[in-house]
């Protein structure tokens, strides 16, 4: 079993940065595939970055290539995911996600993952 607990979401302006973190208690996150997904009102979840389960790759949606950056620190057990130049449209709940075994062509399915944090929100005010 693998807990997860997001934090760092709030409110910013456009153009502005916010960094949300992803903390695994009780476990290591090593040799999962982590995720980010997002969650807006009335939305199906949209991918948003992840690491492969070696941790030596990552992916990220279109929406977010080039703006996000998705990093992780081994030794807290923590995954992060840097957000510049915010958009009003990149407001959401933002949710962590692991799975073990997830291969590289499911790390954009939310199916593939069978842990996940309860979220945090980001809001990118206009």
């Known amino acids: 079993q693998v807990q997860l607990v997001e934090s760092g979401g709030g409110l910013v302006q456009t153009g502005g940065s916010l960094r949300v973190s992803c903390a695994a208690s009780?476990?290591?996150?090593?040799?999962?595939?982590v995720a980010w997904f997002r969650q807006a009102p009335g939305k199906e979840h949209e991918f948003v970055a992840a690491f492969s389960r070696t941790g030596g790759y990552t992916y990220y949606g279109d929406s977010v290539k080039g703006r996000f950056t998705i990093s992780r620190d081994n030794g807290k057990n923590t995954v992060y995911l840097q957000m510049n130049s915010l958009k009003p449209e990149d407001s959401a709940v933002y949710y962590c996600?692991?799975?073990?075994?997830?291969?590289?062509?499911?790390?954009?399915?939310?199916?593939?993952?069978?842990?996940w944090g309860p979220g945090t929100q980001v809001t990118v005010s206009s």
């Open positions: 996600a692991a799975g073990s075994g997830v291969i590289t062509s499911s790390l954009r399915n939310r199916g593939a993952y069978g842990f």
């Open positions: 009780d476990r290591t996150l090593s040799g999962y595939a």
